[in-house]
């Protein structure tokens, strides 16, 4: 079973960055295949997808974060990046890493929480 782990979060201010990384435990090449992105759940909201890339380095955002955040990935590392940047009050959530695609998802990592607050 892939085990995915998410880290990077933590406490910021209004305007401030963070940049987050999800290391997969698979080969290399099966993590270059795959279509992954960035998940983000709020209390009491239902968990979104807020950015993509998949194996040709093709990246979409969602509207709330179109600009400010920027996905990347390093298939030899395994590893899949979010740059956030501008960070608002409204992007305080857990985040979590895995495949866009929900029929081949991987199990969910316990992500990394990120508050942005003054």
């Known amino acids: 079973q892939v085990q995915l782990v998410e880290s990077g979060g933590g406490y910021v201010q209004p305007g401030e960055s963070l940049r987050l990384s999800c290391t997969a435990s698979?080969?290399?090449?099966?993590?270059?295949?795959?279509?992954v992105g960035w998940f983000r759940q709020a209390p009491g909201k239902q968990r979104e997808l807020v950015a993509q890339?998949?194996?040709?380095?093709?990246?979409n955002y969602g509207d709330s974060v179109k600009g400010r955040f920027a996905i990347s990935r390093d298939n030899g590392k395994k590893t899949e990046y979010l740059q956030m940047n501008s960070l608002k009050p409204e992007d305080t959530a857990v985040y979590y890493c895995?495949?866009?695609?929900?029929?081949?998802?991987?199990?969910w990592g316990q992500g990394t929480q990120v508050t942005v607050s003054s």
């Open positions: 698979i080969t290399s090449f099966s993590f270059s295949l795959a279509t």
């Open positions: 895995n495949r866009v695609r929900a029929d081949v998802r991987w199990a």
């Open positions: 890339i998949t194996s040709n380095d093709n990246t």
